[in-house]
């Protein structure tokens, strides 16, 4: 970047409207290797796919690892709009089991980039795990499974973003397993606590900004 660029937008501080938050999104991406080989989840653990008669199993889930990073943007839709989505081809909705229980969401999208990039990707659109469930390796093993996933789909680029609403150790760990950041945006969203999707005392580590 020209450094002429970066006084191309002028240092602010904003104050938000009533009600919403901002976060910094981090897009990033890696390329898919022809040896991005599948690798086994630890004994006891399963992937079970959710489509469409699932969608009241896959909004209970994604509140349930989504609720202390502030997810919201599945619990927006309507069931029949969350039927839809969770029917296409191209989406691979999966909860992850522990003795019968659902303790995470992984999710792949697969489909042709932005013209900027107009390759064949796979985005990992969704990795969550219950609080209770960190710790023990799983992420890695899912990030694994997402690339072996990507190669199969034959996408060249694998996607992932993250925001500072997220646990805070997301970013370091993507970058670890081979994540390459690309951009930066700001979002500004209404405070999903206001809109009723979670409770106002969730998530107490995110400032809940008053009507």
Known sequence: MPASDLHS?????IDLPK???VTLKTYLSMPVEGDSADIPLPDGY????????????????????GE???WFSR???KDDALETVLSQPHCHAH????????IGLFELQ???????HPETETDLAFLGLAMAARGRGLGTCLVRKAQHHARLKGAQRLTINTCQLDDPRALGFYQRMGFRVEKLALEILTDP???GLYPKESAPHIALCPL
Do not use: C, S
Not at 9 to 13: E, L, V, Y
């Open 95 to 102: 909860a992850l089991t522990y003795g019968g229980e659902d």
């Open 75 to 77: 619990l927006l839709l």
């Open 46 to 65: 399963a992937l079970q796919r959710l489509g469409a008669a699932d969608h009241a199993r896959y909004r209970a889930l994604f509140a349930k690892v």
């Open 19 to 21: 009600g919403k938050l």
């Open 9 to 13: 937008f002028a240092d602010q501080i």
């Open 193 to 195: 606590r206001h809109l």
């Open 68 to 70: 202390n990073w502030l």
């Open 110 to 116: 697969h489909q042709t980039g932005p013209q900027d």
